[in-house]
């Protein structure tokens, strides 16, 4: 194999999907998971193929997180992993009166736990990259707190630490860890809070005046891949529009 090999969780849609394009566009070969959205799946396979870039898909639900092995059964053929994208995300709101631990459970394992044995699991894999780099998707209300998701909050500032916490362990490896910190970006995720809020109201909080796009966190993510990041580790990405309250 001569291209390199990026992985990306939750890629059949939103952010995910642009990521896994933007790499494909940039020389990588792709395993791409998705959790119920097959038909966005096997679209996305599609359009990396007519970019001439390999695509491998695996259906698989991070809330139950012994299904990270069939990760590395898919990972150890192809013997090292150059870039690792931890973005599948799983977000409720609801007042924090109402979240269960069934609920918190969920939202802690996809959006804080799976990344963490994710990394534990394929990072032996990535060393043999020898500048291999992780890439985790956090969230501004990691950093801000929040009202209305406290769990998904919770979760997303673990994310955080994590990052930190690996930039620091892999270094040894030639492993960068680095995270982006995305604010209101268009996707399904939020679409609905974007209809709730009320998408004028949103965006005169933001001091750019605009609702971001998913390219925007996927250019930052091909840079934080690339050679042009090879002095960059443990840092927080974070793109806003200059967004620095809780939403």
Known sequence: ???????????????????????????YDIIATFNKDKKSALS???EINKLGMSCELLKINFSKINQI??????VKKYKKLDVLVN????LNQMPFKKINFSEWEKTININFSSIFFLIQTLSKYIEKSHNGSIINISSIGGQTGGTKA???AAAKLAVISLTKSFANILAAQKIRVNAISPGVIETKLVRKFIKK?????IEAKIPLGKIGNVLDISNSVVFLASEKSRYITGQ?????GGLYSGW
């Open 197 to 201: 809020e009320g998408r004028n109201n």
């Open 44 to 46: 996305l396979k599609k």
């Open 150 to 152: 406290p769990h998904y």
């Open 1 to 27: 194999m001569t291209n390199k090999l990026s992985l990306i969780t939750g890629a059949s849609n939103g952010i995910g999907r642009a990521i896994a394009i933007d790499l494909a566009k940039n020389g």
């Open 236 to 240: 927080i990405i974070n793109i806003n």
């Open 69 to 74: 092995n069939q990760l590395e059964k898919i």
């Open 87 to 90: 973005n599948a995300g799983y």
